[in-house]
């Protein structure tokens, strides 16, 4: 068995969420992955680190682990002989940097590979085009009334059908849904219509990913992490925006951040936008001792109902 070591890592640029990954030239892009070193590596920590700064070129700040990906088979390699191989992965939060031109990294918009995510626009012409229709059918296909109801209420919670709310957090059980129907694919044995392709599985770690930063926004103040230390409250919108994949009401955004004491003013003003200068904000730290759980919070967010 083999252990490996997968970054998500996420940056905001030009109000669009977006993952580094790495390519070899010959198969869809990854995750920057390494394996572990059980002799060498003092902790996977530092492994992971260690991996991101010679495929990336770069030094993480926040780190967090996120799930150990060990089904059977994920790996192509297995079914011919190969080790089962175990992946431990990790969501890094960071501001996008130019990748060193000698490495083959590069930063992807996170929602070429899950259009269906992105509600900033109005519900994605995809759902009704190839999504929905192909849910139902599954459902009509079920072998009974026990397991039609079954699948009924799977399609109705993963993607909003039949009067239910669109859960933005469902990520991962939207994409394991469409995995199912075979509209997405994996580790390239698998032909899927929808959406860029990773390698492997990694775009069901980049769906886990997202849908673990889609919740923790609610709760814990790691959207500053891909802020500038002074920022426009407008900036910080974009970001929790693009992040949730939905819209968010511009005055009750604004006072739930204020009253929530998540910022303070700075005094200062961004000029050359070419209209009014906005005030320069920053992220109030003492807020992490003040209360439990200083997310930003996502006032009348989510897109309407199936």
């Known amino acids: 068995m083999e252990v490996e070591l997968s970054a998500v890592i996420v940056a905001v640029t030009d109000d669009q969420p977006r993952v580094l990954t790495v390519s070899d030239g010959r198969t869809s892009p990854g995750l920057p992955t390494g394996p572990l070193d059980p002799a060498g590596d003092r902790t996977l920590d530092l492994a992971l680190r260690r991996w991101v700064t010679r495929q990336a070129g770069m030094e993480l700040g926040y ?10 088979f994920r790996d192509p390699r297995e079914r011919e002989g ?16 130019k990748v060193p031109g000698e490495l083959t990294a590069r930063w992807r918009d996170v929602y070429s590979f899950f259009p269906w995510e992105d ?14 229709p192909a849910v139902e059918d599954w459902v009509r296909r ?41 509209l997405v694919g994996e580790s390239g044995r698998d032909v899927g219509a929808l959406g860029r392709t990773m390698r492997l599985d990694h775009r069901r770690i980049l769906a886990t990913a997202l849908g673990r930063l889609r ?39 604004r006072r739930l951040v ?49």
């Open 258 to 306: 204020e009253r929530g004491g998540l910022v303070e003013g700075t005094g200062s003003r961004e000029h050359g936008t070419g209209g009014r200068p906005a005030e320069l904000f920053r992220f109030r730290r003492e807020v992490l001792l003040e209360r439990p759980a200083p997310g930003v919070g996502l006032p009348s967010a989510g897109p309407g109902r199936g």
């Open 215 to 253: 919740g923790k926004i609610t709760y814990r103040p790691v959207v500053f992490e891909l802020l500038p230390e002074r920022f426009t409250l407008l900036r910080l919108q974009r970001a929790v925006e693009a992040l949730a994949g939905v819209r968010l009401h511009k005055q009750n955004f």
């Open 63 to 72: 780190v967090e682990q996120l799930y150990t990906f060990g089904d059977r």
């Open 119 to 132: 509600w900033r626009r109005g519900r994605p012409t995809v759902l009704d085009s190839v999504v929905v």
């Open 82 to 97: 190969g080790p089962r191989v175990l992946t431990v992965g990790y969501l890094a939060l960071v501001r996008e940097g």
């Open 142 to 182: 079920a072998s009974g009334r026990a397991e039609r109801a079954l699948r009924r209420e799977r399609a109705a919670v993963a993607f909003g059908l039949g009067g239910a709310p669109w859960d933005g957090d469902r990520v991962l059980e939207r994409y394991e849904l469409l995995y199912e129907l075979g």
